[in-house]
């Protein structure tokens, strides 16, 4: 909101402010004295007119009661005031005891750009408060507000509208049931349900503030940013419209549209210049795909960039991070989703799991294609572990691994780069293991079938031993690095969301009744 033009609706209220306790001095075309009821009174017609500490005040007709000291006037009521605002009116009723004035009928207000209409205005000549209840229009060249009161403290430099106010501007319309404003610290308060619309955003709240000077802004009680593309619902969140800076509290839930994602967090920061948000404080991220499957994240932080240069979109995990879907689950320090190519990158100590298999390497990169996993690279100290029945793990190691899953995201191949070592158990089907293989080489494709080995094929020169399981030395069933710790493996209990999707702040009706803002002009918002 445009500090100068509220300071031009202050203005308009203002303009009754040279109306002070003071005898009046009348002057008219015509002037007679009558008694009635026993008290007297001053008739006067034709060019009416008296001055108030440089306002001056004229109209067709005129009764004046010398006693109460109260003057009604009526025909081409006309105000002005020394600053050079102008009210008209058909109706002027002016009390100097009581230090009153109301001017009734169709009444009009100019103050250079400005105009108010409303059925009727009260000043108030002590406090100097102006005052309008029937409805009122401001209409400041871009800028119109209605709402069915308005007034203005000069005591408090506080501007006050209450009732149905739309406030019109060509960047945004902010509507809302109670708009105060201060001229001192240039701060508008929202209060109730209040709705900011632009062509960016709009924001929902059931309270806030405004600061014109500082372009601070703040909203609560399930306040809601709502655009295209994203929507953010919290107990609290703050915006600095000058710097591009905002901060959010309390049961924060973000959601992108476009890529249908949504993070739950307990607080959160936006950088609009940098198209940069970060979600803290209990943290969950579900991304819904498009076979209805849902991919769960949580960290303890989650970090999202827009990179409008290349239109890509990145999700960050940081410390603590666990991912769970049906077919597979995981746990690293840190992640990054690519949001374009849906490419997970996994960092520190990355474990995943896949039905009764164990992956874990350095790192690890996987890329989905229409919910499928269609590769997964293992980089640095790659270890596979495959559960046999109980007591038996065919293992596979080697420096880099490349790994290619079925349509239904079973594990499928597995091309092993580099100091490869393997042991891997035979067994018919169901029956129970009867073999064991350890072989060492330097690179290696397995073939698998319903998790189990169903071909082997070696590259370079392998060494190793056929053994019957009556054979197999003790030492030889467990390569360097093997973990088997399946009580860290995530399940689908631990990703439920913190608490409820925050609820928008209710909505409430407009009164038929009241004056209705006119269509506006769209800006660039």
Request: positive net charge; hydrophobic residues 30%; aromatic residues 12%.
């Amino acid at each position: 909101m445009n500090k100068n033009r509220l300071v031009l609706i202050l203005m308009i209220l203002l303009n009754l402010s040279g109306l002070k306790a003071q005898e009046i001095m009348l002057k008219a075309d015509r002037m007679k004295g009558e008694k009635r009821r026993g008290e007297n009174y001053q008739i006067l017609r034709g060019n009416v007119m008296f001055e108030q500490s440089g306002s001056v005040v004229t109209c067709d007709e005129a009764v004046y009661n010398t006693a109460k000291e109260e003057l009604e006037g009526s025909g081409n009521v006309r105000i002005t005031s020394s600053e050079g605002a102008v009210v008209t009116g058909s109706r002027l009723f002016f009390s100097n005891k009581n230090k009153t004035a109301r001017v009734d009928g169709n009444v009009i207000l100019r103050d250079k750009s400005m105009v108010l209409t409303t059925p009727w205005i009260i000043y108030h000549t002590d406090t100097r408060i102006g005052y309008y209840g029937a409805g009122g229009k401001i209409i400041d060249k871009e800028l119109t507000l209605t709402s069915r009161t308005g007034s203005y403290n000069p005591t408090l430099s506080m501007l006050y509208f209450r009732y149905n106010v739309i406030l019109t501007h060509p960047d945004y319309v902010v509507k809302t049931d109670t708009l105060q404003y201060s001229n001192r610290s240039g701060t508008a308060w929202f209060f109730n349900f209040t709705e900011i619309q632009s062509d960016e955003n709009t924001i929902l709240c059931n309270y806030g503030s405004y600061n014109t000077q500082t372009g601070q802004s703040y909203f609560t009680r399930n306040a809601a940013l709502i655009n295209k593309e994203n929507t953010l619902r919290a107990d609290t969140f703050s915006y600095n419209r000058n710097t591009g800076i905002g901060h959010a509290y309390g049961r924060l839930w973000v959601k992108d549209t476009a890529q249908n994602i949504s993070i739950f967090g307990n607080r959160g920061y936006y950088d609009k210049n940098r198209k940069y948000t970060r979600v803290m404080g209990n943290t969950l991220a579900k991304k819904m795909e498009k076979n209805g499957d849902s991919l769960m994240l949580k960290a303890d932080t989650f970090v999202y960039i827009s990179d409008t240069a290349t239109q890509k979109r990145y999700l960050h995990a940081f410390h603590r991070t666990s991912m769970w879907r049906t077919d597979f689950s995981g746990t690293a320090d840190s992640l990054t989703y690519k949001f374009d190519d849906s490419t997970f990158y996994l960092y520190g100590k990355p474990v995943l799991w896949n039905e009764s298999t164990r992956l874990n390497a350095d790192s690890i990169r996987i890329f989905i294609a229409n919910s499928r996993i269609r590769l997964m690279e293992m980089r640095q100290k790659s270890f596979i572990a495959m559960r046999e029945d109980t007591g038996h793990f065919s293992q596979i190691s080697g420096t880099d691994m490349d790994n290619f899953f079925t349509s239904d995201n079973k594990l499928k191949t597995i091309r092993v780069k580099g100091n490869g070592k393997s042991v891997y158990y035979i067994k018919e089907k169901d029956a129970a293991v009867t073999s064991a293989n350890a072989v060492q080489y330097n690179n290696m494709q397995i073939e698998l079938d319903s998790n189990r080995v169903s071909g082997v094929r070696f590259y370079g020169k392998p060494s190793g031993t056929l053994y019957p399981m009556t054979d197999f030395p003790n030492e030889q069933k467990i390569l360097p690095g093997f973990t088997w710790d399946e009580n860290n493996r995530p399940s689908a209990g631990i990703f439920k969301a913190p608490f409820p999707v925050p609820p928008l702040p209710a909505r409430h009706g407009e009164n038929p009744a009241l004056p209705k803002s006119g269509s506006r002009k769209r800006g660039k918002g």
